[in-house]
């Protein structure tokens, strides 16, 4: 599990993203689709066409990271957009957090493949 803190900006985006692009590319979707600094400090969050895979692309202010994570069954819970045209939205640390962990927000509810083992204690 991924925690955040409550001031961090994070932008989804909406449309499908290419997984095999690296920095370069995901840092030329962030500027020319989503219209965003990829330097502020935000996550950028990118799917494949089958929400079965994650990247998120995040600048420290000493470099650049690139998150991944592929399902090993199920699909991620994606929003979508309420206007024509938009291509990115916003997401507060708490609902980011959610759709990580397999909670379709629509109902609220654990997606059907999202199972959490407990931490075995050293």
Known sequence: MLSFTGGLKIFVALEPCDMRKGFGSLCG?????LKEDVRNGALY??????RTRLKIL?????GMWLLTKRLDAGTFFWPRSSQAG???MALTPEIFALLTDGIDLHQAKMRPWYERTPAVPA
Not at 58 to 62: N, V
């Open 58 to 62: 995040y600048c420290d202010g000493t």
């Open 29 to 33: 979707a962030v500027y020319d689709h």
């Open 86 to 88: 938009q291509t990115k």
């Open 45 to 50: 969050v990118f799917a494949n066409k089958r």
